[in-house]
C-alpha cells in the first residue's frame, strides 16, 4: 500500500494540501505549542482537584481545527464551549 502511482499521486496530493494548513511551516507548530501550553496550564490550574483530562484534550483538538479550518481561535475559558 505504500508504493506504485496510486501511492504517489495520493502522497503528492496530500502534501501539496496539507502544505496549505501550514504543514511544514511554523504556523503549525506554534498552534501545537500554543495548544501544548493550554493543556499543561489547565493541568496545573486542576493540580489538587479531580477534573476530565478528555475534556481538556478535546477543547484542545477542537480550538486547533477550529484555527485550521476557520482561522478563529477559540478560548480555553470560554463557558460556552465547554457543554
Known amino acids: 500500500?505504500?508504493?506504485g502511482?496510486?501511492?504517489e499521486t495520493?502522497?503528492?496530493f496530500t502534501l501539496r494540501h496539507?502544505?496549505?494548513f501550514g504543514f511544514k511551516k511554523n504556523f503549525m507548530e506554534n498552534l501545537i505549542l500554543d495548544e501544548v501550553k493550554q493543556v499543561l496550564m489547565s493541568f496545573k490550574e486542576n493540580l489538587e482537584k479531580p477534573f476530565?483530562?478528555?475534556d481538556v484534550?478535546?477543547?484542545s483538538v477542537?480550538?486547533?481545527l477550529c484555527e485550521l479550518v476557520a482561522g478563529e481561535k477559540l478560548h480555553h475559558g470560554d463557558k460556552a464551549m465547554v457543554n
Open 62 to 64: 477542537l480550538t486547533g
Open 57 to 59: 484534550f478535546n477543547f
Open 18 to 20: 496539507l502544505r496549505g
Open 1 to 3: 500500500m505504500a508504493e
Open 10 to 12: 495520493q502522497r503528492r
Open 5 to 7: 502511482s496510486t501511492w
Open 52 to 54: 476530565c483530562i478528555e
